[in-house]
């Protein structure tokens, strides 16, 4: 007997392939979300940021902090992208600081959507009360704008003014951040937990963890992508506004201080081009990317957006 | 022989919102008695609405109770929680209406069945066992099915997967809430065919939820009639079948389909 | 119609939850900065070659600025009892203009930048959602999509310097700042309300273009499945013209998007923080920044204070007026 | 289908294109009035479009504020504006010590300078009539002595008559001249029955200055000229605009257009992005104003040495600072500590330490560690004479102040090669402010200098007495013990005498202490920001002709700067006339109409068919 | 040929997947009669929905019209203007479907909803208000369920709604796909009714699918037996229940419960519904079939007649008979 997709196109899946683990499940959704044109190219534009964030790690052509050139010298063969206007080299520092915009961005990703993940599981786990206070704060924390709270944080770490690198950052971008995701995980926990077959788990005797690890997970993994990814290009925009109010650390070298940099230089009035275009090129880049794969997860997640091309029979066959 | 279950006055009442006065209550259950012996199946009749699935939560725990008394073996266990709950759901198990919801998409057959028997600290060879209940419930050969995911089965066979996987517990009831209304015709038999061989065989006492006197007709040997949360008839099927009293039981057995009917 | 009463209890308790729990976050965080204004008053004067003053004289201004030095709870308490009788107390960057001045100044025209901006790009960005999701899979869908894309990815305020370099610094077709020219008359006349809507142009054009490619996607993503629906299909069996059924499908697809509408009216009343500062429009923003650089706890806390009342009215219409609009929420409350 | 988009697009066009017509016809009408400054424009609504008209902007800040109650001080928003409106006894250049009388006519000293005596000008009223007299001078001090604690050194203020005021100090006190001069007179009739001064919002403000407020908005304030000025023919430009820019880069654009007459902005490069825009109008002079210090914490180890003070102090590139940090206009201070204007009150003595220990110079800077028995190891790291490697240091300053900003990471950079380690942070303005005061610093780059018109004013920021760490102090806040030094000595006498041999020889006696003491590092000499546009305006202060501190947010001195400038040109303003205002109202409602109109004709087009 | 309402010829309907184009309805040949009510019957997968929606030529993207011809008031549906197929829906024939708890729109009061309808037909909807009720009557529903919205009535009151609004325009022929699914058992018994008495009065031609077999046979003039897309077994439906021609049509019948019949050990069917392989060159059913020998498995039967109106499709018949 051979097993066929169902007819009335309500599913398709791979065919009986042994899944075991979070790794092949990984996998598998890296090939489904690879067959979608839009995420293909976010993939590999992703990937690319990534090589050229690890390149600068090791290498960049000359010392991204020092101030060795002629001032706010157009793009030439010394310097591939100019000087800014404190004479250091342009593309040094977008080598140098796309490790750190990246770290940055998935750190908060990843810390953001983890907890997002713990509050929104809980709350839909948890008693009728806990779960509307949780919601309420949640709430909160989505009604307070961003911009103000990530001024007022990032004002308190300027202000303890320990050396902290880019923790602050991370903690202030994270604070503001997690609440989208502890919506959303909060809702679809909710629903899931109504589901027949976590009754069932609940009936056989399954323990609360066992139930949350093995299939709550399990079943809400493809948002918990979708989040991390919306989190990270939080992260990465959150980086740049933070830079920009000033309330971050600007000595160090990434896409947001270059910004910062550039744009108290009045870069775009001199029309040192070479300097902001680059970084914020970069970014949309890096946000782009996300957003890209993105649309190929939701696609995944929602089978109604998924469309194949029309492969209809050839008469003679 | 005694009762595995029985219920005294079990009620059970909704909140509900209306206008602006707010709350107000509906009965879903209303003084329901009703009983199961070892080794007999009794039906449980009723459209939707008349509060059956609601019985099958409260007697497995999902739901509480408003008032009333439930006894399992004459013991009373209204108020159990904790240890003695999970001691309790061992003994008594569900099937649901929906098999496509009730097995989890993203684990495989085997991981289905395998699960009670961890939870349960199953004693002997745990692959062995899992190969017994497959073959019990008809999925053979069990090595074809046990790594296929439940969307590579057929409902019918989703049904037995569910049916392995509550009997690895070894419960003492069962609890079946439309077992087959969802499935295609020609699989029903099948599926009321195994109901009816899981009590022979292993004596365990089934509550049969239905809305269809067709299959209760074929199945069971008591049934109790649920009208907007009462018992308005009970007795054995045959009795009530073939001369009903209440008026609701008539009604039923009229709408009941039969293909040499007209109408 | 029958009011969705029980909701709308529902949806104004978790406001004052909410606004209780933003109060509080709002009373707490200036006050966790280190530093006290009246020392950076003081060593402002000081820098400025100010005249003889001593340290007397910081003693007396934190006297003037109310810096107490109660326990907090106490500071709290004293902070409610003001709030209710709505005294935001004064600020001390602006010393002694009261808080309330400021943001009478001030919250209109950032108001009037947000709610004109993100209407129109609601609009806009539900219809260009509209017919990329009814034309999906072509090349204008892609397009659509693309567009929209690069627009959200894009750092908000370099769109808005690159605007403003494009259209007002080399262009020179548009003002490089402020709210109205300066030889017009506040009041409602017609050379001010011009020289007003021309001022704004730039910045309600970089909010709505930041804002668009939000609609869009949401729109586009809602209209699919919507497009799907049974009663799609149903409209269409029973012989519906194609703008009919157009009509049903956005209509059903637009609530999810009203609940961001409201959300994103309070977002874009913090995001435009920056678009203020770069267009240099007279808003809540610059105050902002001001008053933190300055720690005027006060106007701080007055302007969170506004903004969240603003997002949190906002959400409140939104939510009841959603009520309205889906009949499906008024029966059920959640 | 088709026509149907036809439509939409053609309506859709006609109504963009329209838009954009008159939105361009507005702004291009707009830039012309703006490029041609010689056109002679229509009066339009507006009163405060006078042709004899002056644009100001103090430089950005959010918004103005209705209240220009002088009891908070001079340094209200807009910067500078009190000093068109209120008035000091003197006007004292603070660059050389100028002393012009304004409303005194001169003033008197006893010999050893504890009695000061004012002769205050006659027929000088407010702009409201009211005459000025001896009363107002002694309210405004008492008041201030009172209400705020200023004035605690002056034991009594008292009119001897109407027109002479003394002011009796506790000790010899003559450089308190310059406080007591510059300080606005506030008239008493006014503000005598007001219950708390502080708090007074005065919207309506009335002093003895050249201009009156004509009106106020958050975005503008207009002042016109005071008919009962006392100076005769002053002020020569009848109406002053104070334009409001939110940000920096809002006023340069506007710089850059000629909008605004006179400002102080910080532009990175101000000849491409200022002069080169109109060379013959746009100018700017920079003089050279307060000191940048680095503060050491010289009650902490090892900046409690005078010696390792020194070796920072030479081992700092100055001139990097002032090509890098500071964008190449702030000239590398010299090591005693005295405004550029001043040097020349040095000996020659002094004046060749001052530059020498303000000069590069590591291999020195080594020379002078090693003596005193550090040592550098194999991994460039400074050793102490026990033996231990020199712990890290931390050096702060504001964030947000880009220039000094890149300036700690250049001098960071440049400790590093002399091995002391440094970590730079950039803590808030007000977190600077506090640990600054409260000595929870090592190292802050900051401005600690006094200010006045002679060098003793320069040391008083620095001296003071030493107070522990952790509790505030408002000067010596690097924590310098100078007894034994000698210092103080001559500091305190220096204010005993009013004769300027013997200043003289005090200040330099000071400067060769500070020299070898080195309390402080000096490191560049902070800019004062001047542009001005003088196609309309003349009569400017320019570095041939340094007349007057040029910054109009100085009150004070702007005043002095503002009354030297004439109208060269009729002037002009920006904007359209009323008349046109309407034209393009009429143009965009028929356009948003006709769009209106054309979307509705396809709507029912559309449902009419199928 | 006057007597047919519709007529199919030769239809075949498939499926896009990600990789290829199945076909689910294959050379599918049928003719209505009008004024009768045609059953068709097939379980999950068979393509009864799909071919109810090919006959209303509303079949939705991934599933497509490969070729074929439906002949309906002397016109080819599959070749009409979009446009003319839309003027004729509801007014001449009409789809009732299954899911009539979505098949509503969500956020419209019911009265708008048939405003709308009359509208698309350029109707003016003030002066129809009387047609309007007089449907409504006709399901048995009130006039206040005008002004609800869907979700504030019952699934049977939805349903109900739904058949009145495909039946406002005085449609011919109606198609009924599922029309009961999801229905109490006392509501759909009820609505059954009322259908079969507005067929009645009313003349209207219906072409009703289901899965459920024992509800097509109680409600059906003629029957049509669908597996794997192919009719297997037609004809009148006395005919059918008492002279089975196919093993698939017996064996169903046999296997459902009936009220005091007891089964004894029934021959069952084996395998699952839609386990069919589109390349398999022998009978479809062939897996299934308790009677199947190896010739069933290397042709295609074709349609057979067996009497005047009942076909089949199978080898083995009447062979297979004998053995029960």
Known sequence: MEEKSNLNGKITYNKSKKLNGYTSIIRSSLATLLKNNKSKVGFILLLSIVTFSIIGIFYTPYNPNAYLFKFSQPP?????????????????????????????????????????????????????TTNAVINAFINIFLVIPGVLLIMLFGTYFLGIHQNLGYLPTIIILVITGWAFGARTFRSITLSIVKRDFILSSILIGESKMSIIMRQIMRAIMPVIVSNFFFTSMYGAMGLTFIEYLGVGNVEQVNWGTMLYWAINYEAYLTGAWWWILPPSIMISMLMFSLILLNFGLDEMANPSLRVFKKKKRDKNE | MNELIRTENLTKEFETRTGFTGISKIKALDNVNISLFPNEIVGIVGASGSGKSTLAKILVFLYKSTSGKIYFKDEDITKIHGKSLKKYRKEIQMIFQDPYASLDPYHSI??????????????????????????????????YYKNKFPHQVSGGQRQRVYIARVLALNPQILIADEPVSMLDVSLRIDVLDLLSKIKNELGIGIIYITHDLNTVSMVTDRIYVLHNGEVVEDGYTNTILTSPHDGYTKALIEAASDPYKRI | MKIPIKYIIKKITLFFAVFMGAITINFVLPRLMPGNPAQVVYSEILKSGGSGISPVYLNQLEVEYGISKAPIYIQYFQYLDNLFHGNLGISIAFFPEPVSTILAQALP???????????????????????????????????????????????????????????SVYGRLFPIGGAYAINVNEGLNIPFIISVLYHAFLPALTIMLISLGGWVLGMRNNIIPSLNSDFINYSENLGFKKYQIKNIAYRNAILPNMTGFAMSIGLSTSGVIIEESIFSYPGVGMYMITAINSLDYPLIQGIFLMVVIAVLVGNLAVDILYGFMDPRIRQEGE | MKKDHWLLKKSLVVAVVIIMVSLSIVSLYQSNINNSLNNKAETSSSSASNSSTIYISPGPTPAFTDNFNP?????????????????????????????????????????????????????????????FNATDVVYTFNEQKNLMGQWSVLKSVVAVNQYEVKFTFKSSNSQYLFYIGSNFIIPKALFSNISNPLKYVDKKPVGTGPYMLESF??????????????????????????????????????????????????????????????????????????????????ALYPFNMSFFRQAISVSINRTQLQSIGEYGYEKPANAAGLLSQQLNELNSTNAALAKKLAEFNITYAKQILEKHGFTINSKGRLVEPNGTVMPTINLMTIAGYPDWDTDISLIAHDLN????????????????????????????????????????????????????NGSNVATNQERWNSTGTGFMTYYNNYQNVTNTTTQGKYINHMASIMLKQMPVDYLVY??????????????????KNPYWIPMPWYPGPNEVVMLHLYIKHAGTNNGLSAYEYYIIGGVIVA???????????????????? | MDNSAIEIKNLNVGYNTENSFSLIIKNFNLSIKKGEIFGIAGESGSGKSTLAQAIYRSVKYPGEIDSGEIIFKDKDILKMEANDLRKIRVTLFSFIPQAAMNALNPVRKIRYQFYDLLLAHGILPEKSNDKIFSVLKMVRLNESVLDNFPHELSGGMRQRTVIAMSLLLNPELVILDEPTTGLDVLVEHEILKDLKNIQRKYGITMIFITHDLAILYEISDRIAMIYAGEIVELGPRDDMLEHSTHPYNFLLLKNIPRIGVKMNNPIKLKGNPSNFNENFPGCQFYERCPFSKAVCSEKHPDLKEYSNEHYYRCILFPEWKQGV
């Open chain 4, 417 to 468: 090669k002399l091995g002391i380690t440094v970590s730079i942070s950039t803590p808030t303005q007000a977190t600077v402010a506090s640990d600054v005061t409260s000595g929870n610093y090592q190292m802050a780059l900051d401005v600690a200098t006094g200010i006045g018109p002679n060098a003793w004013y320069d040391y008083s920021g620095l001296t003071g007495p030493v107070i522990n």
């Open chain 4, 71 to 131: 009891f908070n001080g001079p340094w209200n928003s807009p910067a500078g504006i009190m000093g068109l409106m209120y008035e000091p006894l003197l006007q004292i250049n603070t660059y050389n010590g100028t002393v012009i009388p304004w409303l005194a006519t001169n003033y008197t000293w006893n010999s050893n300078a504890t009695v000061l005596t004012m002769h205050l000008r006659q027929n000088v009223s407010f702009s409201n009539g009211m005459k």
């Open chain 1, 76 to 128: 030439n063969f010394v310097n591939l992208l100019g000087t800014t206007g404190y004479g250091q080299d342009v593309f040094s520092e977008l080598l140098g600081g796309a490790a750190p915009t990246l770290m940055i961005a998935f750190s908060v990703g990843l810390l953001g959507t983890l907890i997002a993940v713990l509050v929104g599981i809980f709350a839909g786990f948890t008693s009728k």
């Open chain 3, 109 to 167: 025209w950032t108001l009037f930048l947000v709610i004109s901006s993100i209407t129109i790009s609601f609009f806009i960005g539900n219809r260009l959602g509209r017919y990329a999701g009814i034309n999906r899979n072509t090349g204008k869908d892609l397009a659509i999509d693309l567009f929209s894309m690069f627009m959200a990815a894009f750092p908000a305020f370099v769109l808005a310097f690159i605007i403003l370099d494009l259209f």
């Open chain 4, 591 to 610: 356009a948003m109409v006709g769009t209106g109109a054309a979307m509705y004709l396809r709507k029912k087009k559309i449902r009419g068919e199928e």
């Open chain 4, 526 to 543: 902070s800019a004062d920001w001047f542009e001005y546009i003088n196609s309309s305006i003349g009569g400017w202060p320019t570095a």
């Open chain 4, 217 to 298: 908005s958050p975005q503008k304030i207009v002042l016109k000229a005071n008919p009962n000025y006392w100076q005769k023919g002053e002020p020569k430009i009848k109406y002053v605009v104070y334009r409001d820019y939110v940000s920096s880069s809002a006023l340069t654009v506007a710089m850059q257009r000629g909008q605004v007459d006179w400002t102080s902005a910080f532009a990175p490069n101000i000849t491409s992005m200022f002069v080169s825009k109109n060379p013959n109008y746009n100018h700017y002079w920079f003089p050279q104003g307060q000191p940048v210090t680095l503060l050491t914490n010289d």
């Open chain 2, 110 to 143: 085997e991981w289905h069945i395998k699960r009670p028997l961890l939870t349960s600290h199953y004693s002997g060879n745990i692959d062995d066992r899992i190969d017994e209940l497959m073959n019990m419930v008809k999925l053979t050969p069990p090595e």
